[in-house]
C-alpha cells in the first residue's frame, strides 16, 4: 500500500490550504529542502504537527522523554565506538538498548545511509523514535557537548527592527502555539529565559516547571518583543523590569494574560501568568475538602461575625478557597468588600480593592476606610503586620465577618504568629472563629493513570510517621494509583491539582488551654482527640487512598 504524501496528511490532520503547500512546493523546486520544515517556516504549521504527520507517515512512534541517567551510559559506551557529533550533525542520538536494537532519537528519518553507517558501526539494528530538534540539542548539549564558549551578551537592538520582528508570521504563529499547548495542559506560566548558551521556553503545570522547548537567539529576540508590544510594552526597554497584560481566546475560552519581563546578566527574563476566566469555577465543594470538614467550614462561615483564618506558604491555594467561600457567602443581603494584592479575579457582586503602597494605599489604610462603608463581610488578602491583624480583629469584633491569610506552616501555628504580631490572647480568643492550613497537591492524570502496588515498607513508614491509629481500617481499602506519563500529561503522571486541608473550629477547650498554658504541642495534643482533625498529611492520604494523588506528592507538598 502506498504511503500518503506528508502534505496530505498535513491538510487533512491540520487543515493546512492547497495554497500553503503548493506555495512550499515552489519553495522546495527553487531551493530544496523538505516541504514539513518549509511549512513550519512559513508559520502553517507547528514542529508538533510535523511530528504527528511523519509518524503517521512512516510509523515511527514519537519520544518526548528519555531516562537521561540511561542516556548518560549509553552515551558512555558508544563514545569509543562511533563518531558521534557525526551522527548529531545528522539528525540522530542513541539513547537505549533493547535486545539486539538500538533504540535512537532521530529528527530525519529519511537519511537511509546515515541509518546504515549507525547500524554498521554499532553491529545492532536501529529502531527509530522520532523527536523534537531541540530536545536532541538540549541532550547533546547537555551530555556530549563540551565546548565552554563564552556567552557573548545580546546587545542593543534597533527599536524598528524588533517591531518588524515582532510582526513576522513565524513568531506570531510561535507565540499562538505556545499558549494553546498551555492552555491545553492547564499550565498557569509560560517562562521564556535565557541560559548559558540556549533560550528556552517553560511551562508551569500543576506547580511544576517543565522545560517544553529550545529557541535559537534570533527567534527569542522577536518573540519577547512580541509578547512586549501586544502587552503595551516599550519594546527597546531591557534595562528596567516592566509589567503589562493582554486577552486571548482559546476557542469559546477568554484568558488574561499579565505579563512581566526582569533584566537579568544573560538577557531578558519574560513570564506570561495565564488566567482561565473562561475555566474558573470558584466552588468549594470543587476543591477538595472532605464532607466532614466542608460541613465544619460552612458552620463557621454563616456566623454573623469574627475571623476565619487561612494559612499556608505562596502559592497553596489560600486565594481560591477564599474566593469560593465569598462566592458561596454572595447575595443581594450582604455588603462584601475585598482588599487584594493584586486582585486576579474579578468577581461578580464583590467590591474588590487593589492595594498601591506607592501612593499609601495599604492593607491597614484600605481596612480603615472600608469600615466607614458599612460592610457585611471583608476579606483581607493578607495580615502582614500588627496593624493590620489589630483593624481586622477589631472589625470582627465589631459586628463584621473578617476572613483573612497568614504565612505559617499549620493551622495551630496561626494563633502563635498573632501572638508574636504582638496580638493580646483575650482579644484572640474573642475573634477567632476557625483556621484552615491548606496545600495543593498534584493529581493522577486520568488519561495514564494505573494501579500500582506499593512495596508493604513505604505504606507502613507512611502510615507509622505520618498517621494517627483511627486510619488503620483504611488500609484495607488502600486503591493505589500512579500515572505512567502520556502526552496528555506532559509526560509527568499528573494532571490537574487538588487541595488537602487541616482544619479546626477554636472551640473553648482550645481557648482556654491557649490561654493557660501558650503551648502548641497542648493544643495539638487537644485537637488529636476531636473525631474531624486531621493533619494535612492525614488528609493528603485519604486522597492517596482513593487514587486521587500518591505518597509522593503528599510528602513532597505537606
Given at each position: 500500500?502506498?504511503?500518503?504524501?506528508?502534505?496530505?496528511?498535513?491538510?487533512?490532520?491540520?487543515?493546512?490550504?492547497?495554497?500553503?503547500?503548493?506555495?512550499?512546493?515552489?519553495?522546495?523546486?527553487?531551493?530544496?529542502?523538505?516541504?514539513?520544515?518549509?511549512?513550519?517556516?512559513?508559520?502553517?504549521?507547528?514542529?508538533?504537527?510535523?511530528?504527528?504527520?511523519?509518524?503517521?507517515?512512516?510509523?515511527?512512534?514519537?519520544?518526548?522523554?528519555?531516562?537521561?541517567?540511561?542516556?548518560?551510559?549509553?552515551?558512555?559506551?558508544?563514545?569509543?565506538?562511533?563518531?558521534?557529533?557525526?551522527?548529531?550533525?545528522?539528525?540522530?542520538?542513541?539513547?537505549?538498548?533493547?535486545?539486539?536494537?538500538?533504540?535512537?532519537?532521530?529528527?530525519?528519518?529519511?537519511?537511509?545511509?546515515?541509518?546504515?553507517?549507525?547500524?554498521?558501526?554499532?553491529?545492532?539494528?536501529?529502531?527509530?523514535f522520532l523527536t523534537y530538534e531541540?530536545?536532541?540539542?538540549?541532550?547533546?548539549?547537555?551530555?556530549?557537548?563540551?565546548?565552554?564558549?563564552?556567552?557573548?551578551?545580546?546587545?542593543?537592538?534597533?527599536?524598528?527592527?524588533?517591531?518588524?520582528?515582532?510582526?513576522?508570521?513565524?513568531?506570531?504563529?510561535?507565540?499562538?502555539?505556545?499558549?494553546?499547548?498551555?492552555v491545553e495542559l492547564n499550565a498557569?506560566?509560560?517562562?521564556?529565559?535565557?541560559?548559558?548558551?540556549?533560550?528556552?521556553?517553560?511551562?508551569?503545570?500543576?506547580?511544576?516547571?517543565?522545560?517544553?522547548?529550545?529557541?535559537?537567539?534570533?527567534?527569542?529576540?522577536?518573540?519577547?518583543?512580541?509578547?512586549?508590544?501586544?502587552?503595551?510594552?516599550?519594546?527597546?526597554?531591557?534595562?528596567l523590569p516592566q509589567d503589562g497584560?493582554?486577552?486571548?481566546?482559546?476557542?469559546?475560552?477568554?484568558?488574561?494574560?499579565?505579563?512581566?519581563?526582569?533584566?537579568?546578566?544573560?538577557?531578558?527574563?519574560?513570564?506570561?501568568?495565564?488566567?482561565?476566566?473562561?475555566?474558573?469555577?470558584?466552588?468549594?465543594?470543587?476543591?477538595?475538602?472532605?464532607?466532614?470538614?466542608?460541613?465544619?467550614?460552612?458552620?463557621?462561615?454563616?456566623?454573623?461575625?469574627?475571623?476565619?483564618?487561612?494559612?499556608?506558604?505562596?502559592?497553596?491555594?489560600?486565594?481560591?478557597?477564599?474566593?469560593?467561600?465569598?462566592?458561596?457567602?454572595?447575595?443581594?443581603?450582604?455588603?462584601?468588600?475585598?482588599?487584594?494584592?493584586?486582585?486576579?479575579?474579578?468577581?461578580?457582586?464583590?467590591?474588590?480593592?487593589?492595594?498601591?503602597?506607592?501612593?499609601?494605599?495599604?492593607?491597614?489604610?484600605?481596612?480603615?476606610?472600608?469600615?466607614?462603608?458599612?460592610?457585611?463581610?471583608?476579606?483581607?488578602?493578607?495580615?502582614?503586620?500588627?496593624?493590620?491583624?489589630?483593624?481586622?480583629?477589631?472589625?470582627?469584633?465589631?459586628?463584621?465577618?473578617?476572613?483573612?491569610?497568614?504565612?505559617?506552616?499549620?493551622?495551630?501555628?496561626?494563633?502563635?504568629?498573632?501572638?508574636?504580631?504582638?496580638?493580646?490572647?483575650?482579644?484572640?480568643?474573642?475573634?477567632?472563629?476557625?483556621?484552615?492550613?491548606?496545600?495543593?497537591?498534584?493529581?493522577?492524570?486520568?488519561?495514564?493513570?494505573?494501579?500500582?502496588?506499593?512495596?508493604?515498607?513505604?505504606?507502613?513508614?507512611?502510615?507509622?510517621?505520618?498517621?494517627?491509629?483511627?486510619?488503620?481500617?483504611?488500609?484495607?481499602?488502600?486503591?493505589?494509583?500512579?500515572?505512567?506519563?502520556?502526552?496528555?500529561?506532559?509526560?509527568?503522571?499528573?494532571?490537574?491539582?487538588?487541595?488537602?486541608?487541616?482544619?479546626?473550629?477554636?472551640?473553648?477547650?482550645?481557648?482556654?488551654?491557649?490561654?493557660?498554658?501558650?503551648?502548641?504541642?497542648?493544643?495539638?495534643?487537644?485537637?488529636?482527640?476531636?473525631?474531624?482533625?486531621?493533619?494535612?498529611?492525614?488528609?493528603?492520604?485519604?486522597?492517596?487512598?482513593?487514587?486521587?494523588?500518591?505518597?509522593?506528592?503528599?510528602?513532597?507538598?505537606?
Amino acid at each position: 500500500m502506498k504511503k500518503p504524501l506528508i502534505g496530505e496528511i498535513l491538510r487533512e490532520k491540520f487543515g493546512v490550504s492547497s495554497q500553503d503547500i503548493a506555495k512550499a512546493l515552489d519553495i522546495q523546486k527553487k531551493n530544496g529542502g523538505y516541504i514539513g520544515q518549509i511549512l513550519i517556516q512559513l508559520g502553517s504549521i507547528t514542529e508538533s504537527q510535523l511530528l504527528d504527520a511523519l509518524s503517521e507517515q512512516l510509523s515511527i512512534p514519537i519520544k518526548y522523554q528519555i531516562d537521561e541517567l540511561r542516556f548518560q551510559e549509553i552515551i558512555n559506551e558508544l563514545s569509543t565506538k562511533i563518531n558521534l557529533d557525526f551522527f548529531y550533525k545528522n539528525g540522530f542520538l542513541p539513547f537505549d538498548k533493547e535486545d539486539h536494537s538500538l533504540l535512537t532519537l532521530t529528527t530525519d528519518p529519511l537519511k537511509i545511509h546515515i541509518i546504515s553507517k549507525l547500524e554498521q558501526d554499532t553491529k545492532l539494528k536501529i529502531k527509530l523514535f522520532l523527536t523534537y530538534e531541540r530536545y536532541i540539542k538540549s541532550l547533546y548539549r547537555k551530555y556530549i557537548d563540551t565546548n565552554t564558549e563564552e556567552f557573548v551578551s545580546l546587545e542593543e537592538e534597533d527599536p524598528e527592527r524588533l517591531k518588524d520582528m515582532a510582526l513576522e508570521v513565524p513568531v506570531i504563529k510561535y507565540l499562538n502555539d505556545i499558549i494553546t499547548r498551555a492552555v491545553e495542559l492547564n499550565a498557569s506560566d509560560i517562562h521564556i529565559e535565557p541560559q548559558e548558551k540556549r533560550f528556552i521556553v517553560r511551562f508551569r503545570i500543576d506547580g511544576v516547571l517543565h522545560e517544553m522547548d529550545e529557541i535559537d537567539e534570533n527567534f527569542y529576540l522577536a518573540l519577547t518583543s512580541r509578547i512586549k508590544l501586544l502587552s503595551g510594552l516599550d519594546i527597546a526597554e531591557k534595562r528596567l523590569p516592566q509589567d503589562g497584560k493582554f486577552s486571548v481566546r482559546i476557542g469559546s475560552s477568554p484568558i488574561d494574560i499579565r505579563t512581566s519581563t526582569i533584566p537579568t546578566v544573560k538577557g531578558e527574563d519574560v513570564v506570561i501568568r495565564l488566567l482561565y476566566r473562561g475555566k474558573l469555577t470558584f466552588e468549594l465543594d470543587k476543591l477538595g475538602i472532605k464532607k466532614d470538614h466542608y460541613d465544619i467550614l460552612v458552620d463557621l462561615i454563616k456566623r454573623p461575625y469574627g475571623m476565619i483564618l487561612v494559612t499556608g506558604p505562596t502559592g497553596s491555594g489560600k486565594t481560591t478557597t477564599l474566593y469560593s467561600v465569598l462566592s458561596m457567602l454572595n447575595s443581594q443581603e450582604d455588603k462584601i468588600i475585598t482588599i487584594e494584592d493584586p486582585v486576579e479575579y474579578q468577581i461578580e457582586g464583590l467590591n474588590q480593592i487593589q492595594i498601591k503602597p506607592d501612593i499609601g494605599l495599604t492593607f491597614a489604610s484600605a481596612l480603615r476606610s472600608i469600615l466607614r462603608h458599612d460592610p457585611d463581610i471583608i476579606m483581607v488578602g493578607e495580615i502582614r503586620d500588627k496593624e493590620t491583624a489589630e483593624i481586622s480583629i477589631q472589625s470582627a469584633l465589631t459586628g463584621h465577618l473578617v476572613f483573612s491569610t497568614l504565612h505559617t506552616n499549620d493551622a495551630p501555628s496561626s494563633l502563635f504568629r498573632l501572638l508574636e504580631m504582638g496580638i493580646e490572647d483575650y482579644l484572640i480568643n474573642a475573634s477567632i472563629l476557625g483556621i484552615v492550613a491548606q496545600r495543593i497537591v498534584r493529581t493522577n492524570c486520568p488519561y495514564c493513570s494505573e494501579p500500582v502496588n506499593l512495596e508493604d515498607n513505604i505504606v507502613r513508614k507512611f502510615k507509622l510517621d505520618q498517621l494517627s491509629e483511627k486510619f488503620d481500617h483504611l488500609l484495607e481499602k488502600k486503591e493505589f494509583r500512579k500515572g505512567r506519563g502520556c502526552d496528555k500529561c506532559a509526560n509527568t503522571g499528573y494532571r490537574g491539582r487538588i487541595a488537602i486541608y487541616e482544619l479546626f473550629e477554636y472551640s473553648e477547650d482550645l481557648k482556654e488551654a491557649f490561654v493557660s498554658h501558650k503551648s502548641i504541642d497542648n493544643i495539638r495534643a487537644i485537637l488529636f482527640q476531636k473525631p474531624y482533625y486531621r493533619t494535612l498529611r492525614e488528609d493528603g492520604f485519604l486522597k492517596v487512598i482513593e487514587g486521587i494523588t500518591t505518597i509522593e506528592e503528599v510528602l513532597r507538598i505537606a
